[in-house]
Each structure stands twice: as structure tokens, then as C-alpha cells.
């Protein structure tokens, strides 16, 4: 089992920015792949954006250009910074740790039912 810990949620204005933080206490992420995930009101959980080691980040069309996943590794933590937020983009967003193999197929890599452990996740709010 895997405790994944979100922070950085909040409100902002359409245009603002905001910066989401994943840490594992206790649990180097070095060599696995983390992903964010959301789910806005009444919609299904969509793969956001992911991270591993060796290749590139990779995106949901709806957020290229405006978001960006880096991990840290000497603090051992994932970050999705999110600029240029619209009102679409609300929703709870969810870290999550995948399998490094899910990582290297285009088709599972943001498919939800992929996802080996999940954060409690954090609240995402943009008004207009």
C-alpha cells in the first residue's frame, strides 16, 4: 500500500495559476510513474498529465500549453503547475502511482483503470 498525499488546491480566477504537489512519505518515486487525474461536477475522471523516468511528459489535449508535470527528485515530489486556468478546469484532482510499463503505452498511460494507488486528492476551483 501506498499513501499519496495532494496539496495545493484552491480557488482562482479564470487566468490565475496554481500549483498541485504529490508526495509519498517514505517512498522514493524515482524510478515509477505518477500521473494527475481529475473529475469536475457530473463528468468522469479523466488522466490530466503524467511523469517517468526517461521519458517525456505526456498531456490531455485539453490542457496542453497550459499545464506542466516535473518531479523533484531530491524532494521526492511531483508537481503540476496549471496556468491560464478556465472554469472547465475545476474539478478534485487526484495524484496517481502507475506501474512504469503502464507508462510506456500511449493507451493506457491516462486510462484510469491503470492506476495502481490513488491520492485522497484536492479541490480545484476557477471561477469566471
Known amino acids: 500500500w501506498l499513501q499519496l498525499m495532494e496539496s495545493g488546491g484552491g480557488s482562482a480566477q479564470a487566468g490565475g495559476s496554481l500549483r498541485l504537489s504529490c508526495a509519498a512519505p517514505?517512498?522514493?518515486?524515482?524510478?515509477?510513474?505518477v500521473a494527475w487525474f481529475r473529475q469536475g461536477p457530473g463528468k468522469e475522471r479523466e488522466g490530466v498529465a503524467g511523469?517517468?523516468?526517461?521519458?517525456?511528459?505526456y498531456y490531455a489535449d485539453s490542457v496542453k500549453g497550459r499545464f506542466a508535470i516535473s518531479r523533484d527528485i531530491a524532494k521526492n515530489t511531483v508537481y503540476l503547475q496549471m496556468n491560464a486556468l478556465k472554469p472547465e478546469d475545476t474539478a478534485m484532482y487526484y495524484c496517481?502511482?502507475?506501474?512504469?510499463?503502464?507508462?510506456?503505452?500511449?493507451?493506457?498511460?491516462?486510462?484510469?483503470?491503470?492506476?495502481?494507488?490513488w491520492g485522497q486528492g484536492t479541490q480545484v476551483t476557477v471561477s469566471s
Open positions: 496517481a502511482f502507475q506501474r512504469y510499463t503502464t507508462c510506456l503505452d500511449d493507451a493506457k498511460r491516462l486510462d484510469e483503470r491503470e492506476v495502481t494507488y
Open positions: 517514505g517512498y522514493t518515486f524515482e524510478s515509477d510513474c
Open positions: 511523469v517517468y523516468p526517461g521519458g517525456a511528459p
